[in-house]
């Protein structure tokens, strides 16, 4: 949902992107290197063909070095996503996938689909998906009121392009709602009171 920036309360899609390159995955070295002493962690030594689990942001940073192939998780794999998208269709509710999906798919599709089986499946699988998730979201607003709303299962993403209409909405139904006339509350409470005491 495209809103300038001065009428948007959520982070820009860079910027949840940039929260999930911390993610950990495994990757595939392609030579032989050290271990790597950065301020969140040691990693390595890196020995091939010996998988080694890395943040996802040093991952995508070695394999554009051409220093390893990246092992896509197994909830990119096309069996698993056609019967997440046969969910989605089929419920009223969200299929369950991690949280970050989204823009863990873009970050490994944008720079490694050569290590992602049937990439092409898995980026039309995935666009598939987000659009049943999209029209899902959409027939939610009619269950919109001013007090609650359960949406579970919403990945990071998705949350945030909502967060910003939705709490707009809710201030907006908010602001509709009868206000009670003040003491009618007490009133009423004296008088059931009362009642009870008569019987």
Not at 7 to 22: D, I, K, S, T
Request: some cysteine; aromatic content about 6%.
């Amino acid at each position: 949902m495209a809103l300038p920036r001065n009428l948007r309360n959520a982070l820009a899609p860079a910027e949840v992107e940039f929260l999930a390159e911390g993610d950990p995955i495994s990757i595939l070295p392609l030579h032989k290197m050290e271990a790597l002493q950065l301020i969140n962690g040691t990693y390595g030594p890196f020995r091939p063909p010996h998988k080694q689990e890395v943040p996802l942001w040093l991952a995508v940073t070695l394999k554009r070095k051409q220093k390893c192939q990246i092992i896509a998780p197994d909830w990119m794999e096309p069996e698993y996503l056609r019967k997440k998208l046969e969910e989605e269709n089929a419920d009223a509710e969200f299929s369950a996938l991690p949280f970050r999906f989204m823009e863990i798919s873009h970050l490994l599709l944008g720079c490694a689909s050569d290590d992602i089986p049937q990439s092409e499946v898995v980026r039309t699988l995935l666009k598939d998906l987000r659009e049943a998730r999209q029209g899902k979201a959409r027939r939610g607003l009619r269950g919109l009121d001013a007090h609650y709303l359960q949406t579970d299962n919403l990945g990071l993403m998705e949350i945030n392009e909502v967060r910003p209409f939705f709490a707009r909405a809710f201030n907006e139904l908010r602001n509709l709602e009868p206000v009670a006339e003040p003491g009618a509350g007490s009133s009423q409470a004296t008088t059931g009171a009362g009642s009870s005491a008569l019987m």
